[in-house]
């Protein structure tokens, strides 16, 4: 299995704040990558894919980068809605796995 | 508009079978390309990829779950079905269905509102 990690595990910031989330995979994925946010008692929400690919309706202020083993989210100006956990998920190959999770919480 | 929605049990005794049902709209898991899967997430942890079931009925399972996983379809009712047997306390979480993105990635844009297992005797 391809392993993901995460980092930090959490960060505290404040709105306005740009913040940047990094994943590592443990093996090559070229691009095959994903960012996840979720919100207490929600599902979870795809904001990226194919590592830099914004999804549909996303805010701008989102973005991914990187391609084989390091990817990272930015974050460009934090807002109230955006305090919640980002998961990172390769789609490379059988199982998919998920990164364990960065919270964005408020300073 | 693509909608799921987890339906089953809240609760289930050691070693019992789980049967969870996603019904979908939207979509038609019989055209090209199109999949369905499920994920689990224990309280507090990540998301846990489980199973994926393709317009072919071609199926893909996580392999520390094949031997306990079963994932079918029933193309005329718009629905998945999961079943996992021999559960135990570990298998708590709240399980997920999923549309994949798109016919050729491994990204997943639509997912149910979740259905919360508690295994307990």
């Known amino acids: 299995d391809i392993q993901m990690t995460q980092s930090p595990s959490s960060v505290s910031a404040s709105v306005g704040d740009r913040v940047t989330i990094t994943c590592r995979a443990s093996r090559n994925v070229n691009n095959w990558l994903a960012w996840y946010q979720q919100k207490p008692g929600k599902a979870p929400n795809l904001l990226i894919y194919g590592a830099s690919s914004l999804e549909t309706g996303v805010p701008s202020r989102f973005s991914g980068s990187g391609s084989g083993t390091d990817f990272s989210l930015t974050i460009s100006s934090l807002q109230p809605e955006d305090f919640a956990i980002y998961y990172c998920q390769q789609g490379h190959s059988f199982p998919f796995t998920l990164g364990p999770g960065t919270r964005v919480d408020i300073k | 508009q693509i909608t799921l929605k987890e339906s089953g049990p809240t609760l289930v005794k050691p070693t019992q079978t789980l049967t969870l049902t996603c019904t979908f709209s939207?979509?038609?898991?019989?055209?090209?390309?199109?999949?369905v899967g499920w994920f689990r997430q224990p309280p507090g942890k990540a998301p846990e990829w489980l199973a994926l079931?393709?317009?072919?009925?071609?199926?893909q399972y996580s392999p520390s779950l094949r031997t306990r996983l079963t994932i079918t379809k029933d193309t005329s009712k718009n629905q998945v079905v999961l079943t996992v047997t021999d559960m135990d306390p570990v298998d708590t979480a709240t399980y997920y269905c999923?549309?994949?993105?798109?016919?050729?990635?491994?990204?997943?844009?639509?997912w149910g509102q979740g259905a919360l297992v508690t295994v307990s005797s």
């Open positions: 079931i393709f317009w072919d009925d071609d199926k």
């Open positions: 939207g979509f038609s898991l019989s055209t090209s390309g199109v999949a």
């Open positions: 999923t549309h994949r993105r798109g016919t050729s990635w491994y990204y997943f844009d639509y």
